[in-house]
């Protein structure tokens, strides 16, 4: 029996033809995804589900999917998909990263020049009649200075187009090394620098923890007068209200917005304030795009059911079915040791090296390796796959090295991680136990043996009595239970390592007070996907 896919967003012709032509049996709806209880009634007949943003793929809605095998986001973003209930029930999810690129870009170089130029507002004044050719006054692109913050694939795009513009273009990007920003034609300065300095500012990175609120209304305050700010890339990377009480003052002299805090904006600071530019994200929204998405998600989930290929998957690894079996494992463990590596690593990246010594020097290394990088990247981009993390790697110049070798140790085979940066090197060893367990046998050279945790705790400090006793003792104190706790040193009254596996997070009370005791040199919370 062919596979059964619907399509219950707007997906163009094209594409469902896509399905019909790899013998897939497909049913077009493209109205069906906002209608949850229709969609929860029929959902369970369906091997494949082919979306844009209006189907909101729920938990509960996954309950009835009793034979999806895949879910197909026709974008790159997947809010309206739980990705975590998804794996549970053993459904892949796919995306298509690179699809909408351009189009973002350009819409974020469009937005400059509308809000330089004063154009809606200048539009909506001729079209009511008046002329006031003296009441909007403009300024050049030309000659100004771009601040861009993020310079990865659409941020790169910006970059580029600015160039051309004759705009003078910085980049502030943890990942962008000097010889990558020195080919792309930017100057890679810190933020401090790039709020002193830029006429223009504009945001393509993604909503993380390290980037909620970059523009708060502290650093608002640093910002070059009569700076101009354009977002296309998050909701919530600028305090919207901050930056209205700047434009008010004048501190701001423009800004232009197509993502918002809270969405749909039917509200907002920034409305209805002179010179503020908004659209209600359009970023992606050109009849290329759509349609370049549209047909790659198709393509791909056909690929999958037809032949078992995995392509752009947030949730499974690129792999065949057959290797699927052995390497799952090892990649979870790959994805581990670049998340610690990621975690730990906070200057731009020079180069990854990977070791891959006895059993799994035999497997499928190109996957684990991008496993490994996904895991790297995840802390400037959690949406970062398999598939985009190499991708990105090399955009921002980041030197990939791998090595075999044969088994020459005491486990049967083990992978170990070293990130290169411009002031330091940092190495990570991991094995898979018996039991399929990934474990960290080696940190800095310190050899240890730690069972990976959803949440964790990484010290450093000097080979000393009371080390455990104030591990213990803190965490006790803060309410915070420890499941495992792994030692490590050097040598004896050398340089020691602790990693402490604990149940919940850690509040940041209890760090302070590790800190306080002044016997760490480091304490880092870590976090790790183990679902």
């Known amino acids: 029996m062919a596979p059964k896919v619907l399509v219950s967003d707007k997906l163009s012709e094209t594409a469902v033809q896509i399905f019909r032509d790899r013998g897939i049996d497909v049913d077009f709806m493209p109205d069906l995804g906002k209608d949850k209880d229709k969609l929860a009634e029929v959902i369970g007949q369906y091997d494949g589900l082919a979306i844009r943003s209006a189907t909101k793929v729920t938990a509960k809605l996954l309950e009835n999917a009793e034979n999806l095998k895949v879910i197909g986001r026709a974008g790159i973003g997947t809010d309206n998909v739980d990705k975590e209930a998804a794996s549970k029930k053993g459904v892949i999810v796919m995306n298509t990263p690179f699809g909408n690129m351009i189009t973002t870009a350009e819409h974020a170089i469009a937005m400059m020049f509308a809000v330089a130029r004063q154009i809606p507002e200048a539009s909506a004044s001729t079209h009511a009649g008046k002329w006031e050719k003296s009441k909007f006054m403009g300024v ?51 933020l401090e620098e790039l709020f002193a300095k830029a006429d223009f500012i504009t945001l393509h990175v993604p909503f993380t923890d390290q980037t909620a609120n970059i523009l708060s209304a502290e650093n608002i305050a640093k910002l070059k007068p009569g700076v101009r700010i354009v977002n296309c890339a998050r909701g919530g990377l600028v305090d919207e209200d901050a930056l209205a009480e700047a434009l008010k003052s004048g501190h701001v002299a423009g800004a232009a917005f197509d993502v918002f805090k809270t969405e749909p904006a039917t509200d907002s600071p920034l409305f209805n304030l002179p010179n503020v530019v908004v659209t209600p994200h359009l970023g992606a929204a050109t009849t290329e795009a759509q349609e370049n998405v549209a047909l790659q998600v198709a393509e791909q989930m056909s690929d999958y059911l037809m032949t078992g290929a995995v392509t752009n998957a947030l949730n499974m690894p690129s792999v065949t079915a057959e290797e699927a079996k052995v390497m799952g494992p090892w990649i979870n463990l790959a994805g581990h040791l670049g998340n610690f590596t990621g975690q730990m690593t906070d200057e731009p990246i020079k180069a990854i090296n990977i070791l891959y010594d006895g059993t799994v020097s035999d497997m499928n290394l190109e996957a684990l390796t991008a496993a490994t990088i996904a895991g790297i990247m995840k802390k400037v981009n959690p949406d970062t796959n398999m598939v985009s993390a190499p991708v990105i790697a090399k955009e921002r110049g980041i030197q990939i090295s791998t090595t075999k070798q044969d088994k020459s140790g005491a486990f049967d085979g083990y992978v170990k991680v070293t990130v290169v940066t411009a002031k330091r090197e940092r190495s990570v060893a991991g094995t898979v136990f018996s039991d399929g367990k990934p474990r960290f046998i080696q940190i800095k050279g310190i050899n240890i043996d730690a069972e990976i945790g959803a949440h964790m705790v990484y010290t450093t400090n000097e080979d000393v009595p009371g080390i455990i006793g104030a591990l213990g003792h803190t965490m006790g104190e803060n309410k915070v239970n420890i499941a495992n706790f792994t030692l490590g040193r050097a040598a004896v009254k050398g340089e020691a390592i602790a990693l402490l596996y604990v149940d919940e997070p850690v509040p940041a009370a209890a760090l302070a007070a590790l800190e306080a005791t002044g016997l760490f040199t480091q304490v880092k919370p870590l976090t790790f996907d183990v679902a």
């Open 140 to 190: 050049e692109l030309t000659g100004k200075t771009l601040g861009v913050i993020g310079a990865g694939n659409i941020g790169g795009i910006v970059c580029d187009r600015a160039r051309g513009l004759k705009m003078k273009v910085m980049a502030y990007d943890p990942f962008l090394g000097e010889e990558k920003a020195e080919k792309m034609g930017v100057q890679k300065v810190e």
